[in-house]
């Protein structure tokens, strides 16, 4: 069965400095990869996606995640980080069958540091 | 509007009471998806339409919970009977058929009392 770990509950950086959120998928397959992220009090927008081929992918908010299959992790970064980044992330795997239909990972709770 | 709407987006019920949650899709995806965001289970997958195929229901949590989708566009979610452990925020997301990475609503939150 899919499962998403993401092994950071909180994670405090500060403002310009370098980010990596961890992300780790168990999946029998070639997984579809997501990370969202959900301001407060908003829903999830789409940072980015991987399906196949080039391993590194690029986001929206100049977020960029690497697949990593010998180490089954998609971990998200971001070279510089802005206050406005604050929020809780979300990894999560598609169905095999439905790649819309998600598994999720608990999530990551960033904060910025002035 | 340009986005999935939801409505309420609170709702505060007493414990036995039926309650209905709305979501208007983007206007032409035709794939439609229930998620329940909760302290306790983060996010889980509920209900998935897609068109006029039968609805993947393998999410739902009780019998308490169905779904509804009308038309191809309108979704609801009924839940019977509450209880107090499904307070949660109840997410939809809507996608085009072929498109990967759903658009998400603002959710609705729900408060069994």
């Known amino acids: 069965a899919q499962s998403v770990t993401q092994p950071d509950i909180h994670i405090t950086v500060s403002e310009g400095a370098s980010l990596e959120l961890r992300c780790n998928y168990s999946?029998?397959?070639?997984?579809?990869l997501f990370w969202y992220v959900q301001s407060p009090g908003q829903g999830l927008q789409l940072l980015l996606k991987y399906f196949s081929g080039d391993t590194l992918v690029q986001g929206i908010k100049g977020f960029e995640a690497e697949f990593k299959r010998s180490q089954s992790s998609f971990n998200l970064r971001k070279p510089s980080v802005h206050w406005s980044d604050a929020a809780e992330y979300f990894c999560?795997?598609?169905?095999?069958?439905?790649?819309?239909?998600?598994?999720f990972g608990s999530g990551t709770k960033l904060n910025v540091k002035p | 509007g340009a986005g999935v709407s939801q409505s309420p987006s609170n709702k505060v019920t007493e414990k036995g009471k039926d309650v209905e949650l709305r979501c208007d899709p983007i206007?032409?995806?035709?794939?439609l998806y229930w998620y329940r965001q909760s302290l306790g289970q983060g996010l889980e997958f509920l209900i998935y339409f897609q068109g006029n195929s039968a609805p993947d229901k393998s999410g739902l949590p009780s019998d308490r919970f169905s779904a509804e989708r009308t038309g191809g566009s309108v979704s609801t979610l009924t839940i019977q009977r509450t209880q107090q452990e499904d307070s949660a925020v109840y997410l939809c997301?809507?996608?085009?058929?072929?498109?990967?990475?759903?658009?998400f609503g603002p959710g609705t939150r729900l408060t069994v009392l």
């Open positions: 999946y029998g397959a070639t997984p579809y």
């Open positions: 999560a795997v598609g169905a095999p069958y439905n790649f819309n239909k998600f598994y």
């Open positions: 997301a809507s996608s085009p058929p072929t498109t990967s990475g759903g658009f």
């Open positions: 206007s032409g995806h035709t794939a």
